[in-house]
T-cell receptor
């Protein structure tokens, strides 16, 4: 079935530390995964994406890793800052269903100064 | 500003009433997606329109309907409202069905 879920609902880190947010998915046929950041009162904001034929993709301070063998996705944030505090969602695109995005439940990241 | 405009930002209405939420996609985007976000359900996909045509439906109630107009703006109609319909409603737009999804800032609906 269609299911994208997150391992941990909350994550608290010290400013300057690295953060790792995990996500498990169940549909091995998906083509694309996206990480979104949602701050309070705002809509989800695109962070980084990765195609299913890739294992790793890096952005500015963020890295996404995809392990298709165990259907696991992770978002690594380097040198976490207070502005990174938000809820992070992984999402999966179903191209065979009009490109709809299925979201996981979300992990709330809290950065302590 | 993401380029996706949703109105109104806040809406308070009584049970049994009907409301219309509006979404204007980013310039050039043909796809509009509607999502419902409640505390206990996360972000739930409702419906997708592409260039005026319905493309996919998610867990959208029969009391809810949507359409996309020739100018590509979309409206989500919610009728016979119940307390449980209180949520944030987001729309997102993209050129097609790719990673270029951009979300609006949402409409917070409160049913009392």
């Amino acid at each position: 079935g269609e299911s994208v879920g997150l391992h941990l609902p909350t994550l608290s880190v010290q400013e300057g530390d690295n953060s790792i947010i995990n996500c498990a998915y169940s549909n091995s046929a998906s083509d694309y995964f996206i990480w979104y950041k949602q701050e309070s009162g705002k809509g989800p904001q695109f962070i980084i994406d990765i195609r299913s034929n890739m294992d790793k993709r890096q952005g500015q301070r963020v890295t996404v890793l995809l392990n298709k063998t165990v259907k696991h996705l992770s978002l690594q944030i380097a040198a976490t800052q207070p502005g990174d505090s938000a809820v992070y969602f992984c999402a999966e695109i179903f191209y065979n269903q009009g490109g709809k995005l299925i979201f996981g439940q979300g992990t709330e990241l809290s950065v302590k100064p | 500003d993401s380029g996706v405009t949703q109105t109104p930002k806040h809406l308070i209405t009584a049970t049994g009433q009907r409301v219309t939420l509006r979404c204007s996609p980013r310039s050039g985007d043909l796809s509009v997606y509607w999502y419902q976000q409640s505390l206990d359900q996360g972000l739930q996909f409702l419906i997708h329109y592409y260039n005026g045509e319905e493309r996919a439906k998610g867990n959208i109630l029969e009391r809810f309907s949507a359409q996309q107009f020739p100018d590509l703006h979309s409206e989500l109609n919610l009728s016979s409202l119940e307390l449980g319909d209180s949520a944030l409603y987001f729309c997102a737009s993209s050129v097609g069905g790719t990673s270029g999804y951009t979300f609006g800032s949402g409409t917070r609906l409160t049913v009392v």
